[in-house]
């Protein structure tokens, strides 16, 4: 499924989906992988992978508004956890660097996502965690979307 | 007293009547406001570190984080500043263990490869974000009747 804008009857779902198609397609893998592995996914593995990967997973969202009061439209603030898990923690930040380097990048108007429906990008905090093996750098983002 | 001219020629005086008062009363509203702000700060932290403890025994929608209860028993709330504070885990070593109650607390609220995310933070704020704005405004609003 190719999702190119946010529709309001689908946002969670095309959220996901969106943000992790466009991170597919603008951020370098490092190693190359078989088929059957991916490098962006919208859910934490459960199976074994092969590291570095990029999970994209919602955190939740909140209505900020209505778009006035004879309107059924809403203000609201989509939050999406973009979280790096590597084999080190070099290649953890240079793949976290790509992707806050694409977001930060497309908000403008004629930008991927500002064309897909989502404004006001906010990055609200990055954390680290690391573990023996692999070191994961968790993000956490929130785009503006008017639910018209 | 200010003078001006009128259509006239003639100097006019206007009287301002009861700025003084109106200066006073505003002070005094604008202390109310900050101790308003401040108490209902206060009750807002402790409402919420009582949130994040439910999270954590597993009385809200998180999978429960309970081994020997030292992180909810660590959760408190503590003031900041004048209408600030934080509500944390207050730093405890594990016994047998060169965790802390930090440690234990980014791994819940974050997962790891192995721990799916708890967010007992995280949810709580979210679902409370509503109910704490209300619990400051109406001790704001309480300090000015």
Not at chain 1, 49 to 68: F, W
Not at chain 2, 30 to 48: H, M, P, Q, R
Not at chain 2, 82 to 99: D, E, F, T
Request: hydrophobic share 35%; proline share 2%.
């Amino acid at each position: 499924m190719t999702v190119t804008e946010i529709n309001s009857s689908t946002v969670t779902t095309d959220l996901i989906i969106l943000i992790r198609d466009k991170l597919l397609g603008n951020i370098t893998d490092p190693i190359s992988r078989a088929s059957n592995e991916k490098f962006v996914m919208t859910s934490y593995p459960k199976n074994a992978v092969t590291y570095p990967i990029i999970t994209v997973t919602d955190t939740g969202s909140t209505q900020e508004g209505k778009l006035g009061m004879g309107s059924q439209g809403t203000i609201m603030r989509l939050g999406v956890e973009i979280r790096v898990w590597a084999r080190n923690v070099k290649e953890r930040d240079t793949i976290f660097d790509e992707v806050y380097d694409y977001l930060r990048t497309n908000q403008l108007e004629g930008d991927d996502l500002t064309a897909a429906n989502l404004h006001d990008f906010t990055m609200n905090s990055v954390v680290n965690v690391p573990e023996k093996d692999i070191q994961s750098k968790v993000g956490e983002f929130t785009w503006l979307y008017l639910c018209i | 007293m200010v003078k001006v001219t009128g259509s006239t020629g003639k100097a006019i005086n206007v009287h301002m009547l009861g700025v003084g008062e109106v200066m006073r009363r505003m002070r005094l509203a604008k202390k109310e406001i900050e101790s308003g702000a401040d108490l209902g700060v206060v009750k807002a932290c402790a409402f919420i570190e009582e949130e994040v403890k439910e999270s954590i025994i597993g009385n809200r929608a998180e999978r429960k984080s309970v081994d020997t209860g030292e992180f909810a028993n660590s959760i408190e709330f503590t003031k900041t500043g004048k209408a600030k504070g934080v509500v944390a885990p207050k730093k405890k070593s594990y016994p047998n263990s060169n965790q802390t109650t930090l440690d234990i607390a980014l791994l819940m609220e974050k997962g790891t490869s192995k721990i799916a995310p708890r967010r007992h933070f995280g949810n709580t704020e979210k679902r409370n974000k509503a109910k704490v704005k209300q619990i400051i405004q109406k001790e704001i609003e309480g300090g000015l009747i």
